[in-house]
């Protein structure tokens, strides 16, 4: 499949509907996080859908697609990586990673970083030196800060937390909303797996956290506890 080819498929699916909406629910106006992002109208069960037919597609053109102006087109570019990245081999799974990091400014809404992240560059990294997360969440981007945190999650799912507590640690004082929300759902993620891992760092730090953090890694504690959290009093 060629990028033509596959774009004429996509926007034939296209619901003018579904695009106001998703204009609205992804924050487009003028000084939004996704000001000026362009929707096609495409739920994410047809996308992955479409992802499934077009896995065989040719790196080159995966870019291409990835690099489109259209939301869909880049989020199913996304979705091709994945499904390339879990079957390939070594060598293509490197050309891969390559390729998410250096087109990170077309993997800009929260959608298309917690879809792939922790499915491409976590993986990747599982074995490798780590430090390019670290790196990533002292960008400037808050898409690349988005990335660092969500690619821990593969780590998580393994049991592995210090990554992720690390870079929470980095991403405390982290101005943006999309940053105390995701770093908030990793910490959860951790407590799911060991409370006590999740309960250690959050008595170090939860009284300078963001309060839409703290909110979401305590989201599922019983409801006295998360009261003494949010009160100040553990």
């Not at 004429?8 to 487009?28: N, V």
């Not at 891969?96 to 922790?118: E, G, H, M, P, R």
């Not at 504690?221 to 009160?231: A, C, G, M, N, S």
Request: charged share 30%; aromatic share 10%; with cysteine.
């Amino acid at each position: 499949m060629t990028f033509q080819a596959i774009s004429s498929i996509l926007r034939r699916l296209a619901d003018p509907a579904i695009a106001t909406q998703s204009q609205r629910f992804f924050k487009t106006g003028k000084g939004e996080y996704s000001e000026g992002d362009q929707f096609l109208g495409i739920r994410v069960p047809v996308l992955r859908e479409q992802a499934k037919k077009f896995e065989n597609t040719p790196l080159t053109a995966v870019q291409e697609l990835l690099e489109s102006p259209f939301h869909e087109e880049r989020l199913c570019a996304l979705l091709i990586l994945v499904r390339k990245f879990t079957k390939g081999n070594p060598e293509e799974q490197t050309r891969i990673y390559t390729l998410y990091l250096k087109d990170t400014q077309y993997i800009n809404n929260w959608d298309l970083v917690d879809l792939s992240a922790y499915h491409i560059v976590g993986p990747y990294l599982e074995n490798r030196d780590r430090r390019p997360l670290h790196k990533l969440a002292q960008s400037k981007s808050l898409w690349k800060r988005r990335i660092a945190i969500i690619s821990t999650f593969h780590f998580i799912r393994n049991n592995q937390f210090e990554e992720t507590l690390a870079i929470s640690e980095q991403l405390l004082n982290d101005s943006e909303d999309l940053i105390h929300k995701a770093v908030g759902w990793m910490l959860r993620e951790i407590g799911k797996r060991d409370l006590a891992t999740e309960e250690a760092f959050l008595k170090q730090h939860y009284k300078q956290m963001p309060r839409t953090m703290l909110r979401y890694a305590i989201e599922k504690f019983p409801e006295p506890k998360r009261q003494k959290y949010l009160k100040g009093f553990i």
